[in-house]
């Protein structure tokens, strides 16, 4: 970076360049939606035969292939957006060190330096101090030694020079950081010249997101920033107060601090989320690809004691001790995120809303947050707590158990809208046996429940109030009891279905409206008896037992699991609460006293 450059730089272009690709951003954004939930949609529900599924398997391809688009620009724009803030800062010296030099009648000199004219009083000699030319100085120890020699010569000038001079130097040694800084962050958002949008594409993603955002720290610590610790509240109104161009940047370089927030609104949760989900998605299948396939020898049988005994081969073993666990690790977190994107490939089957991923992360057991419709406008909208055993790499049937309520409750609506979401935000425990007895698992994930549930009213659009129902199953009921024990549930209505306790010992003690509190409990579930008898028979309360006070909600399926079972009274009495017609869910009698 050269004087004459940085005179002729505008940056304000750059930032001009910037609105541009965010533009771009936003266009392939609409293009993405309009693919996957109208265009794709319909296909499905009009078209059928081997033809229309291999047409829409390449709209669903051209969907993420715009998703891709639609990141690359946004990230593009902001690098830019940043380029343009640090050049500006860098110019804003320079333009003020030139400023400066004319206002004092000294020369710039086009290698950087500044020459100063005669002046100050007489000396002995009877003559004016020379004048004389200084070069810029960046360094704080030369810069001081420069500025106090310039201190000492009696001409005046000399000290505005070197003044203007180390401004200059400055401003040039900023402005060509930033220029060696951002060119190869820009060159390394170029996308690769096919048609094509694989794995280590979005992997690449990845990794210029973090560069991006590493690149352009200075840039966003510029930007107001979020509360810190701040609940929903203070969240929608710190998203409410920022530009376009602001809120752009926050999802471009930190999609996993937006998607975490509770309390924005939902597309924009749903769009970072998506960014999280893609790259992390690529980087894990590209790292699985990296690791060897497991041989295909496990076994071997050997004679112990002289009685045959089969064990793994020393070379599975080999395999499995470098690489097993994290093998097993990535499978079952791409086996999730498999499960949620035929949830997004699903929309508009037999009427079924745009999805909304509320929340994500793929490390250790994983969290994801998933809507069927947007709970910001939807009249009617339920959240279910799965329990035991939950984790990322099986969530495709509590996703199944939240489609099932969304038709039976949409069928039960009256034209109302409905939304109802999968909230896997905590980590469930991993066995029933040696996890679930323990209590922490609940109290841990309690304040993250809470939070959620705030922040879907501060996400809310419009000023009525939505009908909000917590559906809890099996362990996440003793969430759900922890939740409203410790604070505030802000829900209109509970439902629990096969729950071993909840942490309170009374209807009345979970934050809704007297009356509001539903209980299921199936023939052959035995993991209310393991409550209810699990703690010494000393006479603990759960949800299934008369003097807890909830309304026992009568139940035609089987076992712990199929309370969501498809065209089965125990789903349609939970559709009926959760749009608010409780009172025609089927009741069971209440024993004799």
């Not at 996957?36 to 047409?55: F, H, P, V, Y």
């Not at 086009?110 to 002046?119: D, H, L, M």
């Not at 007297?514 to 603990?540: K, S």
Request: aromatic content about 8%; some cysteine; charged content about 25%.
């Amino acid at each position: 970076m050269d004087l004459a450059t940085l005179r002729a730089l505008k940056p304000a272009e750059y930032s001009e360049a910037a609105d541009g690709y965010r533009d771009t951003s936003d266009m392939a954004s609409a293009a993405k939606d309009r693919i996957e939930n109208q265009i794709s949609a319909a296909m499905r529900n009009q078209l059928k035969g081997e033809a229309a599924t291999a047409a829409v398997k390449q709209l669903g391809q051209l969907g993420r292939n715009f998703h891709y688009i639609q990141a690359q620009c946004g990230l593009i724009g902001t690098a830019l957006e940043a380029f343009s803030y640090e050049m500006e800062a860098a110019k804003r010296k320079f333009d003020t060190a030139l400023e400066n030099a004319r206002a004092a009648n000294l020369t710039v000199n086009a290698n950087g330096s500044v020459t100063y004219p005669p002046g100050g009083e007489k000396g002995e000699d009877g003559k004016v101090p020379a004048g004389g030319t200084v070069s810029g100085l960046t360094s704080g120890t030369a810069s001081a030694v420069g500025r106090q020699a310039a201190n000492f010569d009696p001409n005046p000038h000399h000290r505005l020079a070197q003044d203007c001079a180390d401004l200059i130097a400055t401003a040039l040694k900023e402005a060509a950081e930033a220029d060696e800084k951002w060119a190869p962050k820009l060159r390394a958002l170029r996308a690769d010249d096919d048609l094509t949008v694989s794995d280590a594409d979005w992997a690449d993603t990845s990794s210029d997101t973090k560069g991006v955002a590493e690149a352009g720290r200075r840039y966003l610590d510029s930007l107001p920033q979020p509360p810190e610790a701040g609940g929903p509240k203070e969240n929608a109104e710190w998203w409410r107060e920022l530009s376009a161009e602001e809120q752009a940047a926050w999802v471009s370089m930190r999609p996993g601090t937006i998607g975490g927030l509770d309390g924005l609104p939902s597309p924009v949760r749903d769009e970072a989320n998506r960014m999280v989900f893609d790259t992390t998605r690529g980087r894990m299948q590209m790292e699985l690809n990296s690791i060897p396939a497991p041989p295909s020898n496990e076994w071997t049988w050997i004679s112990a004691g002289g009685y045959p005994s089969k064990v793994h081969t020393d070379e599975w073993m080999q395999w499995h001790n470098k690489y097993g666990d994290r093998y097993d690790q990535l499978n079952r977190s791409l086996k999730g995120m498999q499960a949620i994107q035929n949830r997004f490939d699903a929309t508009g089957t037999r009427g079924l809303p745009e999805a909304y991923l509320l929340g994500f992360d793929a490390e250790k057991d994983g969290r994801a947050i998933l809507a069927n419709g947007n709970p910001d406008i939807a009249d009617h909208t339920a959240v279910y707590v799965p329990g035991t055993e939950s984790d990322l790499g099986g969530i495709e049937g509590n996703i199944n158990r939240m489609v099932n309520v969304w038709r039976a409750a949409n069928n039960e609506a009256d034209g109302e809208s409905v939304s109802t979401i999968t909230w896997l935000g905590y980590d469930a425990p991993d066995h029933v046996v040696k996890d679930a007895p323990f209590e922490h698992y609940a109290y841990d994930g309690a304040p993250a429940f809470r939070n959620f549930m705030d922040g879907l009213d501060g996400s809310r659009s419009g000023d009525s109030p939505g009908h909000t129902t917590v559906i809890a199953h099996s362990y996440g009921t003793t969430l759900v009891g922890a939740a409203a024990q410790t604070g505030h549930l802000n829900a209109d209505e509970v439902i629990f279905a096969g729950s071993p306790g909840v942490k309170v010992s009374s209807a009345n003690e979970m934050d809704v409206p007297e009356g509001h509190v539903w209980n299921q409990e199936a023939d052959g579930d035995v993991v209310p008896d393991i409550g209810r008898w699990g703690h010494g028979g000393d006479g603990f309360i759960i949800p299934s037992d008369p003097e807890f006070g909830a309304n026992q909600v009568t139940t035609d399926t089987e076992g712990h699991s199929d309370y969501w079972k498809p065209d089965t009274e125990s789903l349609l009495n939970q559709a009926l609460i959760v749009v608010g017609e409780g009172d025609e869910a089927a009741l069971k009698p209440l024993p004799d006293p």
